[in-house]
C-alpha cells in the first residue's frame, strides 16, 4: 500500500509567519502534487512536480512554493501567510505510467489567525 | 477549459437502496477515470478506476463508463450508513499526470 505523510494534522499559524507544510511518499514515486480544498470549490491544485527539483505551477501558485530536493518529500511553503489561505491542504503521489491513481495523506487543517 | 460536473447533492438514499452517482466531463481526449470518496475532515480515499466503456465492478460498487456520451458513474448497491460521504470524480488523459476534479456529491444515507 502506498503510504503518504503529511507532517500534521493540524496547524496555527499567524498572518505574516513562513510555514512549511511536509509531505513524504514511501513508494518512490515520481510525481507529487499539492492541493488546497475549501468547501464549495472542491480541490485546486497549486504546485505538482514529477521529478526531483522539478516543479509546475498549478492553478493558484500565488502565495505559495515549493520545494523538490529528495523524491520521497515534498514541501509547500507558504511565504507569508495570510488570513485567505487558512484551508485543508492535501499532498498526494502519482506513480509514472499512464492511468494510475493519485494517493493522498491525510491532509492537514492550516489557520492562519 | 476542461471540466469535470457533478451535481453537489445532497443525494439522500434509503439504507438498502442502489445510490446513483453521476459525473460528466468535457475533455472528449480523457482515458482514465477515477472515483474517490471522502469523509467530512479527511482526505480522499480512491474506491474504483475505469478505463474502457461499459461497467467495472468491486463489491458493492459498479463503476460505469460511456466515453461517446463523456459520462461515468457510480453505483452503491445495497447502501450502508456508511456509504455516507462526498464522492468525488476525477478524470485525466493520461499524456499528463494531473486530475481534473469535479466538486463532489455528497450522498446520505438514511437508515
Known amino acids: 500500500d502506498v503510504k503518504v505523510t503529511q507532517s500534521s494534522r493540524y496547524l496555527v499559524k499567524r498572518t505574516g509567519e513562513k510555514v512549511f507544510l511536509e509531505c513524504v511518499q514511501d513508494?518512490?514515486?515520481?510525481?507529487m502534487f499539492w492541493y488546497r480544498q475549501d468547501p464549495g470549490l472542491g480541490l485546486r491544485l497549486i504546485y505538482f512536480?514529477?521529478?526531483?527539483?522539478?516543479?509546475e505551477k498549478g492553478d493558484i501558485p500565488e502565495g505559495y512554493s515549493v520545494s523538490r530536493e529528495k523524491k520521497e518529500r515534498f514541501s509547500l511553503i507558504l511565504e507569508s501567510a495570510s488570513t485567505n489561505q487558512t484551508s485543508m491542504y492535501l499532498c498526494?503521489?502519482?506513480?509514472?505510467?499512464?492511468?494510475?491513481?493519485?494517493?493522498f495523506g491525510d491532509g492537514t487543517r492550516l489557520s492562519i489567525l | 477549459q476542461k471540466e469535470v460536473e457533478q451535481n453537489s447533492g445532497p443525494l439522500s438514499v434509503p439504507e438498502g437502496a442502489i445510490a446513483s452517482l453521476n459525473c460528466t466531463y468535457s475533455?472528449?481526449?480523457?482515458?482514465?477515470f477515477f472515483w474517490y470518496r471522502q469523509y467530512s475532515g479527511k482526505s480522499p480515499e480512491l474506491i474504483m478506476s475505469?478505463?474502457s466503456n461499459g461497467d467495472k465492478e468491486d463489491g458493492r460498487f459498479t463503476a460505469q463508463l460511456n466515453k461517446a456520451s463523456q459520462y461515468v458513474s457510480l453505483l452503491i448497491r445495497d447502501s450502508q450508513p456508511s456509504d455516507s460521504a462526498t464522492y468525488l470524480c476525477?478524470?485525466?488523459?493520461?499524456?499528463?499526470?494531473?486530475?481534473?476534479w469535479g466538486a463532489g456529491t455528497k450522498l446520505i444515507i438514511k437508515p
Open positions: 498526494a503521489s502519482l506513480e509514472a505510467g499512464s492511468g494510475q491513481p493519485q494517493h
Open positions: 513508494m518512490d514515486h515520481e510525481n
Open positions: 512536480s514529477y521529478d526531483v527539483k522539478m516543479k
Open positions: 475533455d472528449r481526449g480523457s482515458q482514465s
Open positions: 475505469i478505463y
Open positions: 476525477a478524470v485525466s488523459e493520461d499524456s499528463n499526470y494531473q486530475l481534473i
